[in-house]
């Protein structure tokens, strides 16, 4: 049994933020969600959070996640301090404890789970996940006997330069013993340079205590800056493409793509360069998505073709084309094999299967059916300055160019509205509409006093 201490109560000053630290945003979640999710898989028996700076608003942000218990640190006086506020509530306690820092956002499970599988397996009081940094500097360095068994952990600020050549550093990811750790937490003293309780003065007095090492080291990047912030997203979106590639689809310049890690996508799909998918999108497989497009909670149905568009809260049914240039949003939701081409808008609009809109329309709040043509230039008036109208428009109709329907209005199936109408009054099927001034020609006109011959 595991139960498990995210320490969250620093303000982060070097992010020179007003919001917490753990509240700054990774790839659309939290620092401190991504460390929630990270231990989720060891199905933890309890999750607790020590939080201090900002603690209201952190808990706020965090309030979906209900089995979250919040500890306050009111002071932060060391990361010792930090675990001795976990006392109480830990009382009759009796499993391990893993402790993460709410800033370590990319440590992967299968980590975690090899920290507890070592220290369970060697019945240790403690386990600490070590790493060895090219650059070392700011961590606490860590001295092992051959066995991996902890001798010392030297602060940075206190090591001497000998010890500074040692780059095994403590992560400050740890298993306890929580009856042997809490057994020694009241005895800890802030008798250091920084006047600080630190956690990692207990090694000393539990035995045995053991180091693992993190075959990755990127896991174990703390952020501490806006800059550290964008090299952990970097290394989240490596991960993601990643995983994304090795499961068959194919991303051409992967560098300018990004994708959620709440994404999915089928193999045998290109996406092209600086092309973003995000949110609850879901790929089918044979599409070819960019170059240059914004898909944000979409569904794209198989063979889809979207070129420099964006679409959000969307389904493109199997087949259709969409772009260049064309805007999707609001539950737009097309159907198979459809066009929706250059400079198109669709706003809480349906197209049934087969329809084309190829240039230049708007359509919002429309019901379209199939095998729908839609001229260069038709635009929907759906809104009247207070309210959202509709427009249905029936199968196999075709709209000239330029055509206007004034909404709420219905127009039936195989109507033919001739171009430059402007249509206010509904049309029955089988009819050809034309609404708009006709021609008028004077042969031989000019204007007064103006001679024969010049125009
Ligand atoms: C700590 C370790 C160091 C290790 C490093 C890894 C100690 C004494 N040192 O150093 O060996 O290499 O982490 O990153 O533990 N926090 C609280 N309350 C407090 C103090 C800190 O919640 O009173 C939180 C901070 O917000 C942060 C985490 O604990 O998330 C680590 O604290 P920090 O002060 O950054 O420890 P380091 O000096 O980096
Ligand atoms: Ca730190």
Same mark, same amino acid.
């Given at each position: 049994?595991?139960?498990?201490?995210?320490?969250?109560?620093?303000?982060?000053?070097?992010?020179?933020?007003?919001?917490?630290?753990?509240?700054?945003?990774?790839?659309?979640?939290?620092?401190?969600?991504?460390?929630?999710?990270?231990?989720?898989?060891?199905?933890?028996?309890?999750?607790?959070?020590?939080?201090?700076?900002?603690?209201?608003?952190?808990?706020?942000?965090?309030?979906?996640?209900?089995?979250?218990?919040?500890?306050?640190?009111?002071?932060?006086?060391?990361?010792?301090?930090?675990?001795?506020?976990?006392?109480?509530?830990?009382?009759?306690?009796?499993? %391990?404890?893993?402790?993460?820092?709410?800033?370590?956002?990319?440590?992967?499970?299968?980590?975690?789970?090899?920290?507890?599988?070592?220290?369970?397996?060697?019945?240790?009081?403690?386990?600490?996940?070590?790493?060895?940094?090219?650059?070392?500097?700011?961590?606490?360095r860590v001295f092992c006997d051959g066995d991996n068994r902890v001798q010392h952990i030297?602060?940075?600020?206190?090591?001497?330069?000998?010890?500074?050549?040692?780059h095994r550093i403590n992560a400050g990811v740890y298993c306890f013993n929580w009856q042997?750790?809490?057994?020694?937490?009241?005895?800890?003293?802030?008798?250091?340079?920084?006047?600080?309780?630190?956690?990692?003065?207990?090694?000393?007095?539990?035995?045995?205590?053991?180091?693992? %090492?993190?075959?990755?080291?990127?896991?174990?990047?703390?952020?501490?800056?806006?800059?550290?912030?964008?090299?952990?997203?970097?290394?989240?979106?490596?991960?993601?493409?990643?995983?994304?590639?090795?499961?068959?689809?194919?991303?051409?310049?992967?560098?300018?793509?990004?994708?959620?890690? !709440?994404?999915?996508?089928?193999?045998?799909?290109?996406?092209?360069?600086?092309?973003?998918?995000?949110?609850?999108?879901?790929?089918?497989?044979?599409?070819?998505?960019?170059?240059?497009?914004?898909?944000?909670?979409?569904?794209?149905?198989?063979?889809?073709?979207?070129?420099?568009?964006?679409?959000?809260?969307?389904?493109?049914?199997?087949?259709?084309?969409?772009?260049?240039?064309?805007?999707l949003r609001n539950a737009v939701q097309v159907g198979e094999s459809c066009r929706v081409?250059?400079?198109?808008?669709?706003?809480?609009?349906?197209?049934?299967?087969?329809?084309?809109?190829?240039?230049?329309?708007?359509?919002?709040?429309?019901?379209?059916?199939?095998?729908?043509?839609?001229?260069?230039?038709?635009?929907?008036?759906?809104? %009247?300055?207070?309210?959202?109208?509709?427009?249905?428009?029936?199968?196999?109709?075709?709209?000239?160019?330029?055509?206007?329907?004034?909404?709420?209005?219905?127009?039936?199936?195989?109507?033919?509205?001739?171009?430059?109408?402007?249509?206010?009054?509904?049309?029955?099927?089988? !009819?050809?509409?034309?609404?708009?001034?006709?021609?008028?020609?004077?042969?031989?006109?000019?204007?007064?006093?103006?001679?024969?011959?010049?125009?």
């Amino acid at each position: 049994m595991v139960a498990v201490a995210i320490l969250a109560a620093g303000r982060g000053t070097r992010m020179k933020s007003s919001l917490p630290k753990v509240l700054h945003s990774l790839g659309g979640r939290s620092l401190l969600e991504r460390v929630l999710l990270g231990c989720k898989p060891l199905e933890p028996s309890r999750y607790l959070a020590i939080v201090g700076y900002g603690a209201e608003r952190v808990k706020e942000a965090l309030k979906g996640w209900e089995s979250l218990e919040f500890i306050e640190q009111t002071e932060q006086l060391g990361t010792g301090h930090a675990i001795q506020q976990l006392l109480p509530a830990l009382r009759d306690y009796e499993g %391990d404890l893993m402790v993460l820092n709410g800033d370590v956002p990319l440590l992967r499970p299968e980590t975690l789970e090899k920290l507890v599988y070592v220290h369970s397996v060697h019945q240790n009081a403690a386990t600490l996940l070590t790493a060895h940094l090219p650059n070392p500097q700011g961590y606490g360095r860590v001295f092992c006997d051959g066995d991996n068994r902890v001798q010392h952990i030297v602060e940075d600020r206190d090591c001497t330069d000998a010890q500074k050549h040692n780059h095994r550093i403590n992560a400050g990811v740890y298993c306890f013993n929580w009856q042997k750790l809490a057994a020694i937490l009241p005895d800890l003293t802030a008798d250091n340079d920084q006047n600080e309780y630190y956690l990692t003065d207990v090694f000393s007095q539990l035995d045995p205590v053991m180091a693992v %090492d993190v075959e990755d080291y990127q896991e174990i990047m703390g952020i501490n800056d806006r800059r550290q912030l964008a090299t952990a997203y970097d290394i989240l979106q490596m991960r993601t493409k990643d995983d994304w590639m090795a499961a068959g689809v194919t991303l051409i310049d992967p560098g300018s793509i990004t994708i959620d890690d !709440t994404v999915k996508i089928a193999p045998d799909t290109i996406i092209e360069p600086q092309t973003h998918l995000r949110g609850n999108t879901e790929i089918a497989s044979g599409c070819r998505i960019g170059p240059g497009s914004l898909i944000e909670n979409c569904q794209i149905g198989e063979g889809v073709r979207v070129l420099y568009s964006v679409a959000r809260n969307s389904t493109i049914a199997a087949g259709t084309e969409v772009g260049p240039y064309a805007h999707l949003r609001n539950a737009v939701q097309v159907g198979e094999s459809c066009r929706v081409g250059n400079f198109v808008e669709l706003k809480g609009t349906t197209l049934g299967n087969e329809t084309k809109v190829a240039h230049l329309s708007y359509l919002g709040n429309a019901t379209l059916g199939d095998r729908v043509n839609v001229g260069a230039g038709t635009i929907t008036a759906n809104y %009247d300055g207070y309210k959202k109208h509709p427009t249905v428009i029936g199968d196999r109709t075709k709209t000239g160019a330029n055509s206007v329907f004034v909404a709420p209005i219905t127009i039936g199936s195989d109507v033919t509205i001739a171009a430059g109408s402007t249509i206010t009054k509904n049309v029955e099927d089988d !009819t050809l509409a034309i609404a708009r001034a006709r021609q008028v020609e004077r042969k031989g006109w000019r204007m007064k006093g103006q001679p024969e011959g010049e125009n």
